[in-house]
Each structure stands twice: as C-alpha cells, then as structure tokens.
C-alpha cells in the first residue's frame, strides 16, 4: 500500500471543494476551525468509508472514482465524506485547507449566485482564476525599510520592517498604483548594504503619503481583485495589513524547491533571462515581472495540465530552477 503525500492530499482536497456551493464551503469551514487532529493519514479508513477499492485510493488527486462519485451525491452526504477525510489530516495540512476556504468563500462577493447552487465545472481552456475578468487582476510589490523601534544592549537601533514603496500592476502590466510612504529622517536606519539595494536615503521620504492614507488606497483598489504577489506576507506585515482580507494569490504555493519558496529574481532569470535586480530593487519592475509570471508561466502550465488547471497550488517541485543571488 502506497501512502498519499501531503501534495496529493491538499491537491485532492480542493478538487472535493470545487463540487460544493458558497454555502457547503463555509460549513466545511466551520469544521475545519473545530478539528486539531494531528494523526496521520489513513488511505484504508478513508477508502473503506466509499467502500472503494484501495487501489488507486492513494493516488488521491488522480482519484477518478471518488470525484465522479462526489459529483454526483448531495452536499449533505459530500460534506459529512470531506469531514471524514479532514479528520485525517495533521494540523499543518488543516492550516493549509482554511485557507483554501477562505478563499473559496469569498468568491460569493464576485459570484453571489454560487451561494445557492453549484458552480459550473470549468471549462478546459481556463483556469481557477477564470472567476475574476482580467481588468480584477493586478500585482503588488512592496519595497520596505528598517523603522527604529528602540535600542538593542550593544547600542545599535532595534528596527522592524515597515513598507516604503508600494507599486500595482494590472492585468496589462501597466504601473496603477505607486506610493512613496512617509517616514521621518530620523526613524529609519540605512545601512550601507540597504542604501545600495534599495537606493533610499533617509530624506526620500519626507514628501510621502502617509500609510493610513495608503492603506485606504489600498483596500479601495482591492475590492473584488485578485492580486498576485510573492512573498505576500512580508509585504503585508510592512504595510501593516491582513493578507487574509483579501483575494491574494501568492506565487510561492506555486513555485517551490525541496528547500523552500523560490525567489522572484531567480524566477524571471530562468524563465525571462533578466536579472532584475542585479542594482536598485524597483517595486515598479517587480510587479511587472510579478504579473508577466503569472500570465505567462503559471497559467500557461497550468492550462497544459488538465489535473491542476483548477488548483492554485503544486506537488510539483521546481528543484531545476537555480537560485540567483
């Protein structure tokens, strides 16, 4: 008997979800919050419960029976077989699927008729992200910078990382948004390394906006996007803000080696052959670039993968691609 990865078992896990209305998905949620099981998974368990046979079973993503089966029942029954699979899971997986709910959920706002009937399944010449039009999908990137918080025994500065330059692409790869954030002369802390990186100096941001300001901004531009980043927690702890606000897909459950997420400068060398940050980084250029790989690689594969054209995530590893520092 072959075990199911944990890839596979997210993988098969949002195939389930795409069968369940708004409505299902937020009592799937709801059950989500409630389990902290941290057993392992169990192929038999999970397969007697179908009285499928185990063959196939752990191949879960590529499961056939099971998803023709869940395509036909009642979200009822559906619902209490996902709960049964989520008991299953180890805490770390059940992180990863509320997000996916979350997600999942919110689509409601853009699409409030699924909230009473099931989706459509998707066509084969699009993917998950068919759900927005193409004007509702942008990029963001934001550059940050050391804020003095205080001082450290030795006597250097204690600092915290909060944004200083923000930059949004469209779906066309044009710049519409971009802000410089205030910041008093004294509050920031450049070394030499973060002057040649980034190119600040500490009167930049004199004339900038101040971030309440752009966090309005922000939130305003947000409403029912998607919006694309890499990295996005980062940014969004500068900006001070919840990522879980908003529709934000992160390039990172995408592209990933064996030791971790893979970095946008090595993304767009290997795929672009430009190495946009060799001198000062440009929130302008990354989210351009953000964008272009969006477009260009991740929903060009995806689409050539019938499988996974309707999962945001991989098992895929991306262990050919080489780091560029």
């Known amino acids: ?20 209305s708004v409505i299902a998905i937020r009592d799937v949620q ?9 057993k392992k998974f169990s192929t038999k368990d999970t397969a007697d419960k179908l009285q499928l046979e185990e063959e196939g079973w752990w191949e879960c993503s590529a499961s056939e029976a099971i998803m023709n089966w869940a395509a036909t029942v009642s979200e009822f029954e559906l619902v209490g077989y996902i709960k049964a699979v989520l008991e299953e899971f180890r805490e770390s997986e059940l ?14 706002i853009l699409h409030p008729e699924k909230a009473v009937s099931r989706p459509r399944p998707v066509p084969a010449e699009v993917g998950w992200w068919s759900a927005y039009p193409k004007e509702a999908i942008i990029a963001m990137d934001c550059e940050m910078v ?21 930059s949004i ?3 066309e ?30 009167q930049d941001f004199v004339t900038g906006t101040p971030v309440n300001v752009v966090q309005d901004e922000i939130r305003e531009l947000f409403k029912g996007k998607l919006v694309v980043m890499i990295g996005c927690g980062s940014d969004f702890n500068a900006l001070q803000m919840n990522k879980g606000n908003y529709d934000v ?11 971790g997420p893979i970095g946008l400068r090595s993304l767009v060398m ?32 995806k689409l050539q993968n019938p499988t996974e054209k309707n999962l945001r995530g991989s098992s895929r590893l991306f262990n050919e691609i080489p780091t560029v520092k």
């Open 1 to 20: 008997m072959k075990t199911c990865s944990k890839e596979n078992r997210l993988d098969f896990m949002q195939m389930l979800l795409s069968n369940l």
């Open 30 to 38: 709801n059950i989500a919050a409630r389990l902290k099981k941290k």
């Open 95 to 108: 992180q990863m699927v509320r997000s996916t709910l979350t997600f999942e959920a919110r689509l409601s």
């Open 146 to 166: 050391s804020a003095i918080i205080g001082q450290k025994n030795n006597g250097k500065p204690r600092c915290v990382q909060k944004a200083a330059k923000v």
């Open 169 to 171: 692409a469209s779906y």
């Open 173 to 202: 790869r044009e710049i519409i948004y971009k802000r410089t954030i205030y910041h008093e002369p004294k509050s920031i802390y450049l070394t030499p390394i973060a002057k040649k990186l980034t190119g600040f100096s500490t």
């Open 249 to 259: 897909f992160d390039l990172h459950e995408y592209f990933r080696k064996e030791s």
């Open 270 to 301: 290997h795929y672009f052959h430009v190495d946009i940050q060799k001198g000062i980084h440009d929130p302008d250029v990354d989210s351009m670039y953000t964008m272009r790989l969006f477009t260009e690689v991740y929903m060009k594969e």
